[in-house]
Nanobody, 120 residues
Framework: QVHLVESGGGLVEPGGSLTLFCIYS????????MNWYRQAPGKERELVAR???????VYADSVKGRFSISRDNDKKTLILRMNNLKSEDTAVYYC??????????????WGQGTQVTVSS
């Protein structure tokens, strides 16, 4: 059984910082991509940051230079550091683990989400 459990969300003022954590567990090898998505009210879920198994990262244009994704393999934790937060960053943030190949090892797991609210 696989579990992705996010934490670290909350209320922060514009310009502030938050760090999100996603603890992953289960028998999955987690050799695919580890991702953070977000979904704001009335909007579609969007990719915020992606971490490939080799360490390469990809960020949404809206968060480049402000957000940083990383992983602590010893603690089985995915981390999203968010700086200079803006009101438009307000959303529910989801942790995702995904692997497409080979088919026998494919998976797509999601956490329950954690709310981030940026407001004065």
């Amino acid at each position: 059984q696989v579990h992705l459990v996010e934490s670290g969300g909350g209320l922060v003022e514009p310009g502030g910082s938050l760090t999100l954590f996603c603890i992953y567990s289960g028998s999955t090898d987690y050799r695919g991509t580890m991702n953070w998505y977000r979904q704001a009210p009335g909007k579609e879920r969007e990719l915020v940051a992606r971490l490939f198994s080799g360490g390469y990262t990809v960020y949404a244009d809206s968060v480049k230079g402000r957000f940083s994704i990383s992983r602590d393999n010893d603690k089985k934790t995915l981390i999203l550091r968010m700086n200079n937060l803006k009101s438009e960053d307000t959303a529910v943030y989801y942790c995702n683990a995904n692997r497409n190949s080979p088919p026998s090892a494919a998976y797509d797991y999601w956490g329950q989400g954690t709310q981030v609210t940026v407001s004065s």
